[in-house]
């Protein structure tokens, strides 16, 4: 891995997260964050993600501002607030204070990468966007997106820098609204939140759609895989021509969910009704074994 000196701005649960995917990695780590509740709650976090602290605490330094923490490192991680304003504001100072040659990757899931280059005044061919899902030290995925000024060698230093963690790194050819993951995301939370306010379901039954069905099975082969799987001997041609009509009525019976005021509230009675709860260490365990069973199954049937 070719970036050891690293940065952190902004230390919510994602950029938390990062620190501690950065440290576990062997990295070294500056972090900063203008609130001081975030900066204390750091260390606590750090403790309970990755254990016995003289592993990695002597690589980690919380800097009193933002030009001591990227003065000098090859990335800075960025995680700060999505209002345009003070993402702005950020990005300039970022901009400013990093040294020419460091990549700024933006874990923001709200601006395209063009947009964020646009708001760095000295050099913005090295700003791009880094998105992952949360928790990014936990999840593997990470969307690395360029911007209109990237170059190539910085594109291949970010992809190559990820993928030296461990990183599922895609790389979208187009810049899109919300990237790629939380589009396909919000196409499934919309459904699901029409599908609790209408009352069809009770929240904790949507829940177990996901993760006792659909999760589970995505875990193991995506839309596309399970699409060829479906079709067996004769595949996706086969799957399409007989699930098309069907498809078609369902897109066409979608919500057209708008979560304005009255949604919002309609959404809230029906999840404080019902609340939801996480799996428990038994049912993820079992889930695991399931999810085995089921990647082997589609295995073997994909051969």
Not at 219 to 233: I, K, M, S, V
Not at 289 to 301: M, Y
């Amino acid at each position: 891995m070719s970036i050891r000196q690293t940065a952190v701005v902004g230390l919510g649960v994602i950029g938390a997260s990062w620190v501690a995917q950065f440290l576990g990695a062997g990295l070294q780590v500056r972090c900063f964050d203008p609130s001081v509740v975030a900066r204390a709650a750091l260390l606590p976090f750090l403790e309970q993600a990755l254990g016995d602290a003289s592993a990695w605490q002597p690589r980690l330094q919380i800097a009193g501002d933002l030009r001591d923490a990227v003065r000098g490192v090859e990335l800075v991680q960025e995680n700060g607030p999505e209002a345009p304003h003070l993402k702005r504001a950020l990005i300039e100072a970022i901009d400013l204070a990093a040294d020419p040659s460091a990549l700024i990757a933006s874990s923001t899931s709200g601006h395209r990468p063009s947009d964020l280059q646009a708001m760095a005044g000295a050099f913005p061919q090295r700003v791009l966007v880094a998105h992952p899902l949360n928790p990014p030290h936990l999840i593997p995925l990470l969307e690395v997106v360029p911007g209109r000024l990237t170059s190539a060698t910085d594109l291949g230093r970010a992809v190559a820098f990820y993928e030296a963690l461990g990183k599922k790194v895609i790389v979208p050819k187009h810049e899109r609204v919300g990237h790629a993951a939380n589009r396909l995301q919000a196409a499934l939370l919309r459904e699901a939140f029409a599908l609790a306010i209408d009352g069809t379901l009770d929240v904790p039954d949507i829940d177990a759609i996901l993760t006792h069905g659909l999760a589970l099975r995505w875990a193991c082969a995506g839309p596309f895989a399970l699409t060829e799987l479906g079709g067996g001997a004769a595949g996706s041609k086969a799957m399409l021509e007989r699930l098309g009509p069907a498809l078609n009525g369902w897109w066409g019976d979608l919500s057209r969910l708008e979560l304005d005021v009255p949604a919002r509230n309609a959404l809230l009675e029906a999840m404080a009704r019902h609340p939801s709860k996480p799996c428990t260490v038994d049912e993820m365990q079992q889930l695991v074994q399931k999810t085995l069973q089921v990647r082997a199954f589609s295995a073997g049937a994909a051969t």
